[in-house]
Structure formats: structure tokens, C-alpha cells
């Protein structure tokens, strides 16, 4: 059973950092990509950003700048790294996977609060 866990989440002002991880386990024969998506109350999930397992990343625009992705394959572990954080960051933050098979797994998610 492939199982995701998310940490780092937080209380922060607003222009501070956090940094959230989540570690995979389980029988992964290969990895697609891994993500982060954030939910606010009342809001759809989205995409806040994406790694494939060659590195490549997409990032959404609101992002683009302030957040860094990174995928540690030795550690098992997806990192999203946010500075310049705003009040409009507040949200669940879910990480996922996608494995060869193209089966997608979520995360329980890590609530981050940015006061202003």
C-alpha cells in the first residue's frame, strides 16, 4: 500500500517561509511525477506545483518565484519550499503522486496559515 505523509505545515506571518515535505512508502516501481495542490475553504483544489521524476517542473503562476519544488528520490521525499508568503497562501496543502501505472495517491494534507 503506497502511503503518503505530509508535514511542515503552519502558523506564519506574512513574508515568512515554510518549508513542507512528504514522504511516500510503499511498492512504487516508478515514479511520474509528484505535486502539490492546496485547498482553501469554500475553494477547488488546484495545482500549486509539479516534479517529474527527471526534474522537470511546472509551477502555477501565482507561485512562480516565491515557491521551489524538489524531489529527494533517496530520501523518498517531495519538498515545496515557500518564501514571500501572503495571506492568499492559506490553505490545505496535499501532496500526490503518480506511479508508472499511472495510479494517483494523496497525502491527508498540512494546513498552512499566513497572517497578515
Known amino acids: 500500500q503506497v502511503r503518503l505523509v505530509e508535514s511542515g505545515g503552519g502558523l506564519v506571518q506574512a513574508g515568512g517561509s515554510l518549508r513542507l515535505s512528504c514522504v511516500y512508502s510503499?511498492?512504487?516501481?516508478?515514479?511520474?511525477?509528484m505535486g502539490w495542490y492546496r485547498q482553501a475553504p469554500g475553494k477547488q483544489r488546484e495545482l500549486v506545483a509539479s516534479?517529474?521524476?527527471?526534474?522537470?517542473?511546472n509551477y502555477a503562476d501565482y507561485v512562480k518565484g516565491r515557491f521551489t519544488i524538489s524531489l529527494d528520490n533517496i530520501k523518498n521525499t517531495v519538498y515545496l519550499q515557500m518564501n514571500s508568503l501572503k495571506p492568499e497562501d492559506t490553505a490545505v496543502y496535499y501532496c500526490?503522486?503518480?506511479?508508472?501505472?499511472?495510479?494517483?495517491?494523496w497525502g491527508q494534507g498540512t494546513q498552512v496559515t499566513v497572517s497578515s
Open positions: 516534479i517529474t521524476s527527471g526534474g522537470s517542473t
Open positions: 510503499g511498492s512504487i516501481f516508478g515514479i511520474n511525477y
Open positions: 500526490n503522486l503518480q506511479d508508472t501505472g499511472r495510479r494517483l495517491y
